[in-house]
């Protein structure tokens, strides 16, 4: 499984982004995909998951303010980011499971200027 990510760049306190990742490769029965991101200084964290089946799950910290989306057709997720703030800098990775493997893609910078 290839995972590509696209997005994300540079945003003022309070504004928004959006950022995609597309699957390739070996993706029939592909698992949850989702976010996770590592900001400065600190391990990668889990941001937000969504189910093949479409249930979602978010870390408290972007609860209400991100979103996570799938299109199975294309097999893509993306996460809409609103009322960024400064401690959401960071790289984001998207990530999926597969036959008990986890994939991870190259990650996609996210900077929120105050």
């Known amino acids: 499984v290839q995972l590509q990510a696209s997005g994300g760049g540079l945003v003022q306190t309070g504004g928004s982004l959006r950022i995609s990742c597309a699957a390739s490769?070996?993706?029939?029965?592909?698992?949850?995909m989702g976010w996770w991101r590592q900001r400065p200084g600190n391990q990668r964290e889990f941001v937000a998951l969504?189910?093949?089946?479409?249930?979602?799950r978010y870390s408290d910290s972007v609860k209400g303010r991100f979103t996570i989306s799938r299109d199975n057709a294309e097999n893509t997720v993306s996460l809409q980011m609103n009322s960024l703030k400064p401690d959401d800098t960071g790289v984001y990775y998207c990530?999926?499971?597969?036959?008990?493997?986890?994939?991870w893609g190259q990650g996609t910078q996210v900077t929120v200027s105050s």
């Open positions: 969504v189910s093949s089946d479409g249930s979602t």
């Open positions: 990530g999926t499971f597969r036959l008990g493997s986890a994939y």
């Open positions: 490769g070996s993706i029939d029965g592909l698992g949850a």
